[in-house]
């Protein structure tokens, strides 16, 4: 780059503050754009690309193969944040839940699950991380934490990376630290070892709500300078967003799609989730269906079981008829308990008959019994806690 002006493509802001845009929301293209001037070599890009992925750098000054001029043209420009452990839960050899806060104060929750080889067929050595896409959720699932405060916001691209990155970067500094340790205050700089194999984007919030930045966080967390996630190990789950499972079926990349359906008529499905009222069974199976055809892939049924709403042996043929009808599997997961709601799980020998009479109708079904319920693993939960008992400061 030969003069500081050619970082401008925006208004120069005055002071450095939380409301630059984080770099990490940035586009590779963007960036290059700005990097396009005759005095700055391409391979200050790669430079900076590699800091920000897979070197999961927090502070500009860590990137020490910048020049010093360049990185505070840069902290001039944009922000650079990860978010912040506050709590984690959970042992290394198992599930473990990390709550974050954000720029702003704001909590958000992730859930790294070791491979379960029964269920995803993977190497033992393999890692899925279940990351937030929003603050809160506005479609109120009458069984779910997440929306029981209602909707806050939207994370930003950079937010949902910064959740992997966030994770990879503890993962590298903690080996050998007990669990249910707090963050270190000081900490050496992050290795470029990977741990996160598989995405799930199943935590807080409807992903197909906040589509925008959810796509461009993707994007960068697929790309091989980014997070190198092939997308075929990234799985977006909706509760029925029936015009947004359209637009992914039309985009480029190969992401897996889960719907949670959680009850085969609509008779159910209005009991639990309004989402149902605007887009109902019919409209939500042909979306589906068009995604099907599309991709040419296989999708996924979430179905919890929640005693005495949508448990009934009656349910197994209305969903083995849309199973069918999406050529979908079905993943039946026994409910995971929400302090203040009064849902139950089924007895296990209940949700084994229901598995077996579906699978007697020629369904492939998985029965998740949830590795994480003794830590509030369902989405929501950890962060609604903490909230109730801590009032949101911002910092
Ligand atoms: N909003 C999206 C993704 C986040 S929820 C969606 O609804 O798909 C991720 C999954 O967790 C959904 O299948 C949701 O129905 C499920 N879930 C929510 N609360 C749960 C609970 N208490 N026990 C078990 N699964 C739950
Ligand atoms: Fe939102 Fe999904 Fe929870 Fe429904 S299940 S309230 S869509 S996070």
């Given at each position: 780059?030969?003069?500081?002006?050619?970082?401008?493509?925006?208004?120069?802001?005055?002071?450095?503050s939380?409301?630059?845009t984080?770099?990490?929301?940035?586009?590779?293209e963007?960036?290059?754009?700005?990097?396009g001037?005759?005095g700055?070599?391409?391979?200050?890009?790669?430079q900076?690309?590699?800091?920000?992925?897979?070197?999961?750098?927090?502070?500009?000054?860590?990137m020490?193969n910048?020049p010093?001029k360049?990185r505070?043209?840069?902290?001039?420009?944009?922000?650079?944040?990860?978010?912040?452990?506050i709590?984690?839960?959970?042992s290394?050899?198992?599930?473990?839940?990390f709550?974050?806060r954000?720029?702003?104060?704001n909590?958000?929750?992730s859930?790294?699950?070791?491979a379960?080889?029964d269920?995803?067929?993977?190497?033992?050595?393999?890692h899925?991380?279940?990351?937030?896409?929003?603050?809160?959720?506005?479609?109120?699932?009458?069984?779910?934490?997440?929306?029981?405060?209602?909707?806050?916001?939207?994370?930003?691209?950079h937010?949902?990376?910064?959740?992997?990155?966030?994770?990879e970067?503890?993962?590298?500094?903690?080996?050998g630290?007990?669990?249910d340790?707090?963050a270190?205050?000081?900490?050496p700089p992050?290795t470029?070892?990977r741990?996160?194999?598989?995405?799930v984007?199943?935590g807080m919030?409807?992903?197909?709500?906040?589509y925008?930045?959810?796509?461009?966080?993707?994007?960068?967390?697929?790309?091989?300078?980014?997070g190198?996630?092939?997308?075929?190990?990234?799985?977006?789950?909706?509760?029925?967003?029936?015009?947004?499972?359209?637009?992914?079926?039309?985009?480029?990349?190969?992401?897996r799609?889960?719907?949670?359906l959680?009850?085969a008529?609509?008779?159910?499905?209005?009991?639990?989730?309004?989402?149902?009222r605007?887009?109902?069974?019919?409209v939500?199976?042909?979306a589906?269906?068009?995604?099907?055809?599309?991709?040419?892939?296989?999708?996924?049924?979430?179905?919890?079981l929640?005693?005495?709403?949508n448990?009934?042996l009656?349910?197994?043929?209305?969903l083995?008829r849309?199973?069918?009808?999406?050529?979908a599997?079905?993943?039946?997961?026994?409910?995971?308990q929400v302090?203040?709601?009064s849902?139950?799980r089924?007895?296990?020998?209940?949700?084994?008959?229901?598995?077996e009479?579906?699978?007697?109708e020629?369904?492939?079904a998985?029965?998740?019994?949830?590795?994480?319920h003794?830590?509030e693993?369902?989405?929501?939960?950890?962060?609604?806690?903490?909230?109730?008992?801590?009032?949101?400061?911002?910092t």
């Amino acid at each position: 780059m030969s003069s500081p002006s050619q970082l401008s493509a925006q208004p120069p802001s005055p002071a450095r503050s939380t409301a630059l845009t984080d770099i990490r929301s940035e586009s590779r293209e963007t960036l290059a754009s700005r990097f396009g001037g005759p005095g700055i070599p391409s391979y200050r890009l790669d430079q900076l690309l590699a800091w920000l992925y897979p070197h999961r750098v927090e502070k500009w000054d860590e990137m020490t193969n910048l020049p010093r001029k360049l990185r505070e043209e840069l902290a001039q420009h944009f922000g650079l944040e990860l978010p912040q452990l506050i709590q984690k839960q959970g042992s290394h050899d198992s599930t473990q839940k990390f709550l974050w806060r954000l720029g702003d104060g704001n909590l958000v929750e992730s859930v790294l699950i070791p491979a379960n080889p029964d269920l995803y067929g993977e190497r033992a050595d393999r890692h899925t991380l279940c990351v937030s896409t929003q603050v809160g959720c506005a479609y109120g699932c009458r069984f779910c934490a997440s929306g029981l405060d209602g909707w806050r916001r939207n994370l930003g691209p950079h937010e949902i990376i910064g959740q992997v990155l966030a994770v990879e970067r503890w993962n590298s500094r903690s080996s050998g630290k007990p669990d249910d340790a707090q963050a270190p205050a000081q900490t050496p700089p992050a290795t470029s070892e990977r741990l996160v194999n598989n995405l799930v984007i199943m935590g807080m919030g409807e992903p197909l709500a906040n589509y925008d930045n959810l796509m461009q966080a993707l994007r960068t967390l697929n790309a091989p300078w980014g997070g190198a996630i092939g997308a075929r190990k990234i799985t977006i789950s909706t509760s029925g967003l029936a015009p947004r499972i359209r637009d992914l079926a039309d985009d480029p990349l190969q992401f897996r799609l889960a719907i949670s359906l959680h009850g085969a008529t609509d008779e159910v499905r209005d009991r639990i989730m309004p989402v149902n009222r605007k887009y109902p069974l019919a409209v939500l199976t042909e979306a589906g269906m068009y995604y099907v055809e599309k991709k040419g892939k296989m999708i996924t049924l979430e179905y919890i079981l929640i005693a005495g709403v949508n448990d009934s042996l009656d349910e197994v043929l209305p969903l083995s008829r849309l199973a069918h009808k999406l050529h979908a599997k079905v993943n039946l997961i026994p409910y995971n308990q929400v302090e203040g709601l009064s849902w139950t799980r089924p007895e296990e020998s209940h949700c084994r008959r229901f598995s077996e009479r579906l699978q007697a109708e020629g369904i492939t079904a998985t029965l998740r019994i949830e590795k994480g319920h003794d830590i509030e693993a369902a989405c929501g939960q950890l962060r609604l806690k903490s909230e109730r008992l801590t009032p949101l400061k911002a910092t």
